[in-house]
T-cell receptor, first 112, second 112 residues
Framework: DAGITQSPRHKVTETGTPVTLRCHQT?????MYWYRQDPGHGLRLIHY???????DKGEVSDGYSVSRSKTEDFLLTLESATSSQTSVYFC???????????FGSGTRLTVV | LAKTTQPISMDSYEGQEVNITCSHN???????ITWYQQFPSQGPRFIIQ???TKVTNEVASLFIPADRKSSTLSLPRVSLSDTAVYYC?????????????FGTGTKLQVIP
């Protein structure tokens, strides 16, 4: 779908370890996003990027950092994973209007 | 951030029209309203977006009253494959900063 892929699809990690999730797009879209989805909370914006090396915080950015060194790649790093960061993480790109996203297939992260 | 409220679940028979409403009482002037569909283990999929009045595309209609404090997604003649969770999103660009709120979703069950 619109050339957006996330890796890995599943990951189990230990508390306190750093974790990096990758989002890759093939269509040269300017805006890229990281969301997390949790039961009862819907989707919440973590960080977004509006260009290479241009990023900004979303609603739930504490404990996360991002980097975008190339248009096609947007990385999300959990600096020191905690159990509260167990979630499904979705990457998205803007393809239709301001908030018409195309989402990736998600990464299911479990922190034990 | 705009606060959004959706019914938790709805049931409908095949062939019926389904209307799902999202309340967003504190919507801001610049906010757009977008609806997504999500199947299990997949990322959300864009359905429709609007600002005011009525928008229609090949799969749905979106009704937004003049006060914009709510919006209604209308799915004509649903089929079993429309069983999914539907999310509304209210969001705007404000001074370059993106403010986005997803609803917690409405689980639609289509019954044969």
């Amino acid at each position: 779908d619109a050339g957006i892929t996330q890796s890995p699809r599943h990951k189990v990690t230990e508390t306190g370890t750093p974790v990096t999730l990758r989002c890759h797009q093939t269509e040269n879209h300017r805006y890229m996003y990281w969301y997390r989805q949790d039961p009862g909370h819907g989707l919440r914006l973590i960080h977004y990027s509006y260009g290479v090396k241009d990023t900004d915080k979303g609603e739930v950015s504490d404990g996360y950092s991002v980097s975008r060194s190339k248009t096609e790649d947007f990385l999300l790093t959990l600096e020191s994973a905690t159990s509260s960061q167990t979630s499904v993480y979705f990457c998205a790109i803007s393809t239709t209007g301001a908030f018409g996203y195309t989402f990736g297939s998600g990464t299911r992260l479990t922190v034990v | 951030l705009a606060k959004t409220t959706q019914p938790i679940s709805m049931d409908s028979y095949e062939g019926q029209e389904v209307n799902i409403t999202c309340s967003h009482n504190n919507i801001a002037t610049n906010d757009y309203i977008t609806w997504y569909q999500q199947f299990p283990s997949q990322g959300p999929r864009f359905i429709i977006q609007g600002y005011k009045t009525k928008v229609t595309n090949e799969v749905a209609s979106l009704f937004i009253p003049a006060d914009r404090k709510s919006s209604t997604l209308s799915l004509p003649r649903v089929s079993l494959s429309d069983t999914a969770v539907y999310y509304c999103l209210v969001g705007a660009l404000s001074g370059g900063y993106q403010k986005v709120t997803f609803g917690t979703g409405t689980k639609l069950q289509v019954i044969p």
